[in-house]
């Protein structure tokens, strides 16, 4: 994955590729206008044949034209100026790269007329992020060279070079905190056990993150029958991962991230079917999108601080693992009567929210998990169901997720749907009936949540198996970092 990005002052480059942008109307401008000239009339007489006229995403390409030393020269459509939003800049960013495929340089200048209302630092360090992001494979595993990208080079030419390379400073943050959740996802299980994740996610000490992993003995100790039960069939040790950010006064109140970390789901004793089942080795995005998160707070030095709880196991089914009908108890003394083994996920969570709520007293708790099939065939996978007993929270994330592309819908949550998991043998169930499934799942996770303002965000659909974009290639996708990072930003810096 080898992109190198700077920022250089507008101006035609000498070598290598062009990429100009050019609005709806098809006017060459500025840049785009010179280098016509300086090729006769080539781009001009290329626009016509192709009836090129700024249309969005429409592009155009003039290869070694003579009269320069450049390359190629990419002429590249936007549409209308004032219509662009700041996820159109990271879509430019991640076209700009992928004009790069056979490696080299390109230039892409960022014409003054488009610093608009978002301001041209920004929109210069969003391309930025939408090609670092674009950029993304996960490779490591592939030994042929050849399969593998080659070096890269991209110039994003703008005025605003100073006040691009402090919001890139964030952004840059922003995209390793993504880059690492996407890893953690595409990582297979028999590389991403619950202790290598544990691992992984100690290395945010370096950061100046403050991590503790509690081992399966300690969350004994604390009573934590609910998450160790899904983990008690595997032959790796579950583990809890506890993050601290302190960027704030020791005095302000934190902010709380929950994520689930089940690192291969198989269904347990009530085993999945085998189509598709290798999918369920991205069953911890919601961990690996809180440990993003941290990873990009701590790098950008967020003023705030902040808790990232993960819960780690494997649920595998075997002689040692927990059965359909077993009755296990929380942490917080409530009983569950395990009736679905695959219903792990709500196990894992009922642990660490009461954890984190209880030790933490944050201001607000948001898990993370890829906890239900049914929000997929409600949602589809442009959005997270979001469950919630706070309409603050859930306005604050639905304009930042409209505005960021990462979105959230909001689904029901009611005392009927929390009657669905009462039984006469233990205080709850693990499941609900045949319908709603997805709520039913947050009802269960509210029974460990108190006063505290929460909110759950139900991943399955959103963090994996995406269709692919100009900013990702990639199976996972990395949701939420960017969505959590934007909220803290926006409201709790
Ligand atoms: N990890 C799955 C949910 C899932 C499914 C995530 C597909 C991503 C893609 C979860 O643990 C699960 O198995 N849920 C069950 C719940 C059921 C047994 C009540 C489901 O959705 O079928
Ligand atoms: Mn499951
Ligand atoms: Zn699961």
């Not at 700024?54 to 190629?72: F, H, V, Y």
């Not at 056979?102 to 630092?121: P, S």
């Not at 992001?133 to 080079?153: H, Q």
Request: proline share 3%; with cysteine.
């Amino acid at each position: 994955m080898s992109l190198t990005l700077s920022f250089s002052s507008l101006a035609l480059p000498k070598s290598g590729s062009v990429l100009l942008l050019v609005s709806q109307g098809g006017k060459l401008t500025g840049l785009a206008g010179q280098i016509d000239k300086q090729l006769k009339g080539a781009v001009t007489r290329a626009m016509k044949v192709q009836s090129f006229k700024g249309a969005k995403g429409k592009d155009l390409t003039l290869l070694a034209p003579a009269g320069t030393d450049l390359k190629k020269v990419i002429i590249l459509g936007i549409g209308k100026v004032a219509d662009l939003t700041e996820t159109d800049f990271e879509t430019l960013g991640g076209k700009a790269a992928g004009y790069l495929s056979d490696g080299g340089a390109l230039t892409l200048c960022l014409e003054q007329e488009l610093e608009n209302g978002i301001g041209g630092g920004e929109i210069a360090a969003r391309v930025a992020l939408g090609a670092r992001l674009g950029m993304y494979r996960f490779d490591k595993y592939k030994t042929k060279k050849k399969e593998k990208i080659p070096a890269r080079k991209l110039v994003i030419a703008t005025k605003s070079t100073a006040r691009a390379k402090v919001q890139w400073a964030e952004f840059s943050a922003l995209s390793d905190g993504i880059i690492l959740a996407r890893d953690l996802v595409n990582e297979p299980a028999n590389v991403l056990s619950p202790p290598e994740f544990a691992s992984r996610a100690r290395a945010l000490t370096k950061l100046g993150v403050k991590v503790e992993v509690l081992s399966e003995a300690q969350m004994k100790k604390l009573g934590m029958g609910s998450l160790l039960g899904v983990g008690q069939g595997s032959a790796f040790p579950s583990q809890l991962v506890v993050m601290q950010w302190n960027g704030a006064a020791k005095s302000k109140q934190p902010v709380a991230f929950v994520g689930k970390g089940v690192c291969f789901d198989t269904g347990g004793i009530s085993i999945k079917p085998a189509g598709g089942m290798e999918d369920m080795k991205g069953d911890m995005g919601g961990a690996a999108a809180v440990t993003g998160l941290m990873h990009s707070l701590a790098k950008r030095k967020a003023k705030v601080n902040v808790i990232g709880v993960i819960g780690l196991v494997e649920n595998m089914p075997s002689s040692t693992a927990q059965r359909p009908g077993d009755i296990v108890t929380s942490m917080s003394g409530q009983t569950i009567e395990v009736l679905n083994t695959d219903a792990e996920g709500r196990l894992v969570l009922a642990d660490a929210l009461w954890y984190t709520q209880n030790r933490f007293k944050p201001k607000f708790m948001i898990d993370l998990a890829t906890l239900t099939g049914a929000i997929m065939v409600a949602l589809g996978q442009d959005y997270a169901g979001m469950f919630s007993n706070n309409d603050k929270l859930c306005d604050q994330l639905d304009a930042i997720g409209k505005r960021e592309g990462e979105q959230v819908w909001r689904m029901p949550m009611s005392s009927n749907f929390d009657k669905m998991i009462d039984t006469p043998n233990a205080d709850m169930k693990n499941i609900g009936g045949r319908y709603a499934g997805s709520s039913t799942a947050a009802q269960f996770l509210q029974r460990f949540v108190n006063n505290v303002p929460w909110v759950h965000l139900d991943i399955a659909g959103t963090a994996m198996g995406s269709p692919k974009s100009a900013t990702s290639q990639s199976w996972a996708s990395g949701y939420g970092v960017k969505l959590l990072d934007r909220l803290v930003r926006s409201h709790y810096e």
